[in-house]
């Protein structure tokens, strides 16, 4: 049966050790859901939580496969502090601690991600140009310049 997304098993550090979460990583071609219990000093429970994570708010994405396949780790950047504060974070990544027997999955769920994520980004509109970029550009004011000298001389044949 498809389920359509990969599911993976997870474990991260936040506050330089003193939290863990121990969770499962959903991956699919609209995000990541991220659904963790964190444990402070690993004996006083948060909770259980779930965050879903779009194309739209992942920065960038990379698998590290560590030194033979021993620490295999899923780095996540996210684009909104407020989005990445929901999570157990290392000094703003978020690190997925990934089980070795988990490690192949975990790659080839990272490189489908990194797929949807650039044909996601080949849709979207391009940027648009800053204030700065419109008005400090020398060949744009010559031409504006221009446009008013033929605006003017147009006005007095008139």
Known sequence: MNQGYTMIHFKAESGHGLTYANGIAKFSSAGIIL?????????????VKEVRVSLADIHSITFKRGLLLLGPRIHLRLNSVAQASKLPTDNGKIVLKVAREDAA???????RLEKDMSEYAAVLPPPQASVSELF???TSEKETQKLGSEVKKASRDS
């Open 105 to 111: 999955k975990a790659r080839e769920a990272v490189a």
């Open 35 to 47: 659904e963790f219990e964190s444990k402070f000093l690993g004996l006083f429970s948060n909770g």
């Open 136 to 138: 400090l550009e020398t």
